[in-house]
Nanobody, 126 residues
Framework: QLQLVESGGGLVQPGGSLRLSCAAS????????IGWFRQAPGKEREGVSCIGAFGGSTKYGDSVKGRFTISRDNARNTVYLEMNSLKPEDTAVYFCAAPKYGRSYLSLHSVYYQYWGQGTQVTVSS
């Protein structure tokens, strides 16, 4: 059974950093585009970043460009989201997701992703 598990969230001060991990089981991550999304209370789910299968291409939402970096370690079957210069508006539950047939065409729209992790909370506050 295909599963995604996020970890690495927590409480951090503004300007701080966190690294989120998305570990996959039940499938080989190499063949899948993977996306990171976030959802803050009362707001719609927002696409943060995505990375192509085999790590060739990446895409970022405008609100995180230059601050967040997505990467993957296929040997560990894991995708990472390095978050720097965090702001209070980055506070949200962060989810990783995979498309059913492997390809999301590097979209940041959640409709292209069918497998979702349970999420990890990131809180940016002083």
């Amino acid at each position: 059974q295909l599963q995604l598990v996020e970890s690495g969230g927590g409480l951090v001060q503004p300007g701080g950093s966190l690294r989120l991990s998305c570990a996959a089981s039940g499938f080989t991550l190499d063949y899948y585009d993977i996306g990171w999304f976030r959802q803050a209370p009362g707001k719609e789910r927002e696409g943060v970043s995505c990375i192509g299968a085999f790590g060739g291409s990446t895409k970022y939402g405008d609100s995180v460009k230059g601050r967040f970096t997505i990467s993957r370690d296929n040997a560990r079957n894991t995708v990472y989201l390095e978050m720097n210069s965090l702001k209070p508006e980055d506070t949200a539950v962060y989810f990783c997701a995979a498309p059913k047939y492997g390809r999301s065409y590097l979209s940041l729209h959640s409709v292209y992703y069918q497998y979702w992790g349970q999420g990890t909370q990131v809180t940016v506050s002083s």
